[in-house]
C-alpha cells in the first residue's frame, strides 16, 4: 500500500519555526516531483512548493525566503523548513506526489493525510 505520511505540526509562535517531513512508503518517489500544499478551511488547496526529483525548488511567492523544501530519497522523506511563521500560515499542510493543475484544481498520484499548523499572534 503506498502512503505518503506527513508529520511535525503543532502550534508555534509567529516568528518561529516547524519542520514538516513527509515520508513515503509503499514504493521509492526518487523519480517523482513533490509537492506542499495547504489548506484553510472553506479555501481551496493551495500550492506551497515543490522540489523536483532532481532537487530543484521553487516556491510559492508567499512562502519564498522564509520557507524551505529538500528531499532525501535515501529515506523517501521530503522536509518543509518554515522559518518565521506568521498567523496567514495556519492552515492544515499536505504532501503529494507528480501534482499537476486541472483548472482550479490540483490532482496527484498521491496524497497525505494532512498535517496542522497553527501560529499564534
Known amino acids: 500500500q503506498v502512503q505518503l505520511v506527513e508529520s511535525g505540526g503543532g502550534l508555534v509562535q509567529a516568528g518561529g519555526s516547524l519542520r514538516l517531513s513527509c515520508a513515503a512508503s509503499?514504493?521509492?518517489?526518487?523519480?517523482?516531483?513533490m509537492y506542499w500544499f495547504r489548506q484553510t478551511p472553506g479555501k481551496e488547496r493551495e500550492y506551497t512548493a515543490h522540489i523536483t526529483w532532481s532537487g530543484s525548488p521553487f516556491y510559492a511567492d508567499s512562502v519564498k525566503g522564509r520557507f524551505t523544501i529538500s528531499r532525501d530519497n535515501a529515506k523517501n522523506t521530503v522536509y518543509l523548513q518554515m522559518e518565521s511563521l506568521k498567523p496567514e500560515d495556519t492552515a492544515v499542510y499536505y504532501c503529494a506526489s507528480n501534482s499537476r493543475r486541472r483548472g482550479s484544481k490540483w490532482q496527484s498520484d498521491y496524497w497525505g493525510q494532512g498535517t496542522q499548523v497553527t501560529v499564534s499572534t
Open positions: 509503499g514504493r521509492t518517489f526518487s523519480s517523482d516531483n
